[in-house]
């Protein structure tokens, strides 16, 4: 069946350093990939998106790459902050759909 | 405050009671879904309503029965649970398919 792989489970970094988040899905036509932050006691927060007719995407200190070949994506944060620790989460979707398929989640420890 | 507010946020209940959770959307979209969140685990799609209408069924059991009043509200009844089922349940709204998703902050169930 369908499935996106998520990689590192864990991840722990200083702060200040970079975080890189991979995952790669197996749905060739799955066209849309958000990405979520999730902090203890809430639900996922959407960070950033990216859809298939763009490479990358970037938001201050958040980026996100595609590369559709390779059916990857890959989240990219830079200079890292403590107010960042949590579990991220990547998922994949397509036009049409209401199903998005989830990767089983990074959790991200920002080290002081 | 988030757009997506759930109710109650902790439930312990016995494997024969019955009880619901409820959903309500402050965003104007047309689509509300729940979502189930194990631990290590993907979130697991259950439920999509688009204009009060079921679109998906993700296999289900029937011990779960969703409820869409309107494009606003959402409920899950539950009833005769599964010492398994204990998890974080989430509720989503979309504008429609393949849109971002905003979550509440979900309703942590036990069942004992």
């Known amino acids: 069946g369908e499935n996106v792989e998520q990689h590192p489970s864990t991840l722990s970094v200083q702060e200040g350093d970079s975080a890189v988040i991979k995952c790669t899905y197996s749905?060739?036509?799955?066209?849309?990939f958000p990405w979520y932050k999730q902090e203890l006691g809430k639900g996922p927060q959407l960070i950033i998106d990216i859809r298939s007719n763009v490479g990358e995407k970037k938001d201050q200190r958040i980026a996100v790459t595609l590369n559709k070949t390779a059916k990857h994506f890959s989240l990219h944060i830079t200079e890292t902050q403590p107010e960042d620790s949590a579990v991220y989460f990547c998922?994949?979707?397509?036009?049409?759909?209401?199903?998005?398929?989830f990767g089983t989640g990074t959790r991200l420890k920002v080290l002081a | 405050e988030t757009g997506v507010t759930q109710t109650p946020r902790h439930l312990v209940m016995g494997m024969t009671n019955k009880k619901s959770l409820k959903c309500e959307q402050h965003l104007g979209h047309n689509a509300m879904y729940w979502y189930k969140q194990s631990a290590k685990k993907p979130l697991e799609l259950m439920f999509v309503y688009n204009f009060k209408e079921q679109t998906e069924n993700n296999s289900v059991p029937s011990r779960f029965s969703p409820e869409c009043p309107n494009s606003s509200h959402l409920f899950l009844h539950l009833h005769t649970l599964q010492p398994e089922d204990s998890a974080l349940y989430l509720c989503a709204s979309s504008q429609d398919a393949n849109s971002p998703l905003h979550f509440g902050n979900g309703t942590r169930l036990t069942v004992t």
């Open positions: 998922a994949a979707g397509r036009t049409g759909t209401y199903k998005y398929i």
């Open positions: 749905d060739s036509a799955s066209n849309y």
